[in-house]
């Protein structure tokens, strides 16, 4: 008896292609302290603006970036004191750096100019302008470019830039060179995808339970999709091997859907220029930003500056409501399609896992079993202690915003990013006065919370307190999104089926797929 | 519950479908992340060529296996060096290398009389005027880096007694082996 010939599948899908261990070595990159360098969402930015292609308004913004610190800085390596000398990378430190560079040195090549929120250039042919809060992103592309094309034609690009970049076409030029570097480099690195062949088979399978161009998606249909892709072909090899994938592409297919008629084709790396007719495209028209109203998890404001200096949520709180915060509203029209995932996702999880690792024949077999999947009641139970969670740290929030000391800095300007979601921004309103209840719920919540961020001395730094401010509106979030899941939950649970029915049945369907799919064959 | 919807006509559907791959291909990178195993990223090489950080034995591990990284390392130091002393001509690779000369300095390699297991560094600057360097670098054709603290020049010259088996002497001696002074 052996294990079954998918193993090898496993360990095929398991293995790090150089791109993404590049991507990982970037958000893995740790400052001296042993903190990220890098927030979470600058990470995640720049692994979708590089399997996207959609860099090349990122790397023109680099270029010019380096032009300025150049000017500004000293020795033979002015560009690289100021991308890798420094040590946490945010807009703050950032800012710091450079005004603290301009101090020191001055300027040694006119043209440059440090504004409140960013750097102004101003060339012969125009202005160009940066804000600090872009600078972070724009550090981590310069380390992904250097990890895929090397140090050293990159290094020759920037130093024939900053000897001639008096207007921006010299600026341009550097950013062009850089993204064909980018670009072949790309070319044989870029994973290799099924996305084609997994949008048409979804398509497809819609297509088999309507005669009109009228489609239908809905928890079973998803799970009848997922175990039709894998069910009787031991080593067959899916594109949707994991049910969270499945689930996860139908979620990104309803996705597309709702936008993707609605904006123009995606943009792929070209020159840069306004010169149309040479297949040139504005720097300045590309790569826009979600469209309006587009569902962006709040987990990604907490995972930015300044909120990502606060603790709101543990490693443990943020993988429980990461896959729920992502999916949107759309987890509330699909609520069995994220208990599944959650429960026997992470069965799958520890399958492939243990797998990977060579566990012996009895651990894959009890896992196989799903004898430790979470009955669909006890998660939500789970879930229910987050939402309390959550409203605590909301308590603990309001205490921050509405403490009688603030501190000597209030009125100091707020470090936000300039590209920061304002949309969610609670407004400082210290002194507000609150009932004498809520007042102490509030303080005894501050003062329960032993986490990064939450003590008195935390709250002297006006960074700490902006990042309450925001990640308060984050908080309000994700805690209304959780409830209205909840509510379904509910819901399912006083139906004739109720949850604990439907988990019953579940175990069963996954137990046999499971087995089917990474169980020993005679 | 059940989410209606109506598909786009072909024309439409190849914007979606263009927006579903990019979705997927982030979906799958992020994921793939999660199990990836992290190299050195380029700051941590730079803290160490700029002498920021000067231990980091991973680093120097990594360097023996990853040519590239190896070039990196070297490419950086060439730029910020005080001199850079390239491998030696091929010519002379027969017997261990005992002079490396630049226009800035002479690095000589001279036996002990005293202590015959040990050998002396000496470094003579050009313009005896000139910052000295502190460090010493030494980059082998097989990614081994070895780092050297220098005392302060007197009268524009450097010495360093070395054991005869050290490993800064070892790769002196080689003609594979580049040197930095920083």
Known sequence: MEIVEATRHVLEAGKSSELTALLATVADATAMDGEPRFATKISRDLARAVVCRKYSRGVLQLCHLVNAVDACGTGKDRWERFFFGLDKVRGTSIRAWLNEAVNQNDWRRPGFEISVDGLHMTYSDGDFVLGFGRMSFLTALLETVIGMVGYEPVDKIFAQMTKHATDQDEVKDAANALNRLIY???????????????????????????????????????????????????????????????VGSFVDFLRAIETGSTQSMVSYARPLGTDRDAGEIDPMVL????????????????????????????????????FLMDCGPLAIDLPLSIMRSEVFGSVQARITQALRRKAGNNVVQDLLGCADAEPYAERTLRFHDYEQHLLRVQKAVLHVLTREDPGPDTDQDPDLPEDADTTNVVPLFAGKTLPDGAREQSLAAFKDLNRRGFSEDDLEDPNIREGFSIGAGALVLARDHLADYLVVLARLQSDDDDLEQVFSTDLQVFQSLFTVMYGEKE | MTIQINLPDDQSMATVQEHFADEDNVRQTLTAMREAE????????????????????????????????????????????????PQAAAASTDEDLRLRETDLCAIRIESSRAEPDQVYVIIELKDAEANAPRTLITSAAGGTLERLELPAAQGGVIQVLLQHDDAVLIALRDHGTEVFLR
């Open chain 2, 38 to 85: 992290p190299t050195i990223a380029f700051s941590r090489l730079w803290r160490f060529a700029s002498g920021e950080v000067t231990h980091d034995a991973d680093l120097l591990t990594a360097l023996r296996h990853d040519s590239k990284l190896a070039a990196d390392v070297n490419a950086l130091l060439q730029k910020i060096s005080w001199s850079h002393l």
């Open chain 1, 287 to 322: 790569e826009g930003d979600d469209p309006a109203g587009a569902w962006q998890t709040p987990l990604a404001l907490l995972d930015s500056p300044p909120a990502d200096a606060i603790k709101f949520l543990n490693k443990r709180e943020r993988e429980g409501l990461d």
């Open chain 1, 184 to 246: 072949d480099w790309l070319r044989d690195h870029l994973p290799g995808t099924h996305a084609a062949e997994k949008f048409e088979a979804i398509v497809a399978y819609l297509k088999t339970s309507s005669d009109s161009g009228s489609v239908q998606v809905s928890d079973e249909n998803i799970l009848q999709f997922w175990l039709q892709q894998n069910n009787g072909h031991a080593d067959a090899i899916s594109d949707f091997r994991t049910y969270r994938s499945a």
